[in-house]
């Protein structure tokens, strides 16, 4: 599988990640060119992965916050989490449908 873009609505803001599988049911999520974090699913639930080793990138830097521009900053809530992973699950069903 390969990286893919998913949009999700955060506050009123619409925010674009790039979604990166790592393996299988775990992804790096990427926001302005660096790593916000890993995400999994247990078949269940999506939970933040808290790993170190999932937490780096082979050749990305981790996500600096802090205002720049027209950024909207991102916070991995729970209710985060969800909606990223709904979009995840949508885009692995169109690409089997």
């Known amino acids: 599988m390969e990286a893919f873009n998913i949009k999700i609505t955060y506050g009123t803001n ?14 790096k999520l990427i926001y302005f060119g660096g790593i916000i974090g890993t ?3 247990d078949g269940k639930d ?3 992965v808290t790993s170190a080793e999932m937490l780096r990138g082979d050749h990305l830097p981790p996500y600096r916050p802090g205002k720049i521009g ?9 209710h985060v989490i969800d909606k990223i992973g709904w979009e995840i699950e949508l885009e692995r069903y169109e690409e089997v449908a």
Do not use: S, Y
Request: glycine share 0%; net charge negative.
């Open 14 to 27: 619409l925010v674009t990640l790039t979604v990166l599988p790592v393996q299988e049911n775990i992804f």
């Open 39 to 41: 995400i999994c699913f």
């Open 70 to 78: 027209e950024r909207t900053e991102i916070e991995l809530t729970d």
């Open 46 to 48: 999506w939970d933040l």
